[in-house]
C-alpha cells in the first residue's frame, strides 16, 4: 500500500519539505508519495477532512496554518499545545493528532553538531526573538533541562506572552527571564549559548545587529536562519572562536519524526543530503 502524505500552506511552491521527503523515500525505497499542496487558512478544515478519507498518513504544516490548526484536531501533544503551533498532523484511527517536531529538530541540530554532552551549552542561555520559532526554541531547550534562559525581544511584552505559556514546561528549578532589546549585549556575559531566532540577518531582511564583545568565548552561538548559511552573527561568532551551528540542521532534523510518523522509517540526517538542499 503506497503511503501519502503532503506539506499544507499558502504560499507553498518554495517549501523544502518535498525535497527533503522526497530524498528518504528514494533513499530507503519506502512506497509513498510526498507533495506539497496549496491550502489557504479557510481551506485548511476541508483539507484535513478529505486527505483523511483519502487515506493520507500525515501532513505538515507551516506558517500560518500551524496555529490555526489547533482547534481542528483530536489531540494536540502537550509541548505543541504550549508553543501553540502544530507543524505535523497525523491521522490515526482515533482521529487528527498534532505534534510540534520543531523544538525536537532544534535540540537535535546542536547535538549533532556538538561532541559529547551539551549540557555545558544549557546553562546560560540567551535567546533573541519571542515569535512562533522563538517559542519551539525555548520548548526544545526546556525540556532538555535549560537551567537559565533569558528572552531578549524588541516587544518585552511578547516576550513575557512566551514565558507565561512555557512555564509548564520548565523542569525542576529552571529560570526563565525577560530582558529589552537594548538590555542584549548586557545579557551576553557569563552566557554560555546565544541563538537567534528572529528573521534578522535572512537574505532580504535587515542584518542583527549585536556586538558580541562580552559573550565568552567557548559559548556556542546557533541561528535559525539557514538563508545565507552562514549568517552575519555565525561569522562574527567564528571569527572570535565561538563553537557555531548553522539553521539548516533544524529544518532537517524537525523533518525526521515526521517522516518516521507518516511512513514508519526513521531517517537519517547525511551530509550528503545537507548538500543536496544546500544546492
Ligand atoms: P516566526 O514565527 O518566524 O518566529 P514571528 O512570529 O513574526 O516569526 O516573530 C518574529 C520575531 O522577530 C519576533 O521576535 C520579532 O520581534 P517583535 O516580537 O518585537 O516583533 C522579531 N523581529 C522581526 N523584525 C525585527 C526587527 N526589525 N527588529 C527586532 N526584532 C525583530
Known sequence: MTRKAAVLGSPIAHSLSPKLHGYWLEHYGVEGTYEAIETAPEQLAERLKELQNEGYSGCNLTVP?????????DWIDPAAQAIGAVNTVVFTPDGAKGYNT??????RN????????ISRWLKKVVVIGAGGAARAVVAGLLESGAEHMTIVNRSTERAGALVSALKPLTKGAAKLQVAGWDQAETMLRDATML?????LGMLHQPPLELSLENLPTDALVTDIVYNPLETGLLASARAR?????????????????????????TPDVTDELRAQLVE
Open 65 to 73: 496554518l500551524k496555529e490555526q490548526v489547533l482547534p481542528l484536531l
Open 195 to 199: 541563538v537567534n531566532t528572529t528573521s
Open 241 to 265: 572562536g565561538n563553537s557555531v551551528v548553522d539553521g539548516l540542521g533544524m529544518l532537517l532534523y524537525q523533518a525526521q519524526p515526521a517522516f518516521e510518523y507518516f511512513y514508519g522509517v
Open 102 to 107: 520543531d523544538a525536537f529538530g532544534f535540540m
Open 110 to 117: 546542536i547535538e549533532a553538531d556538538s561532541p559529547g554532552s
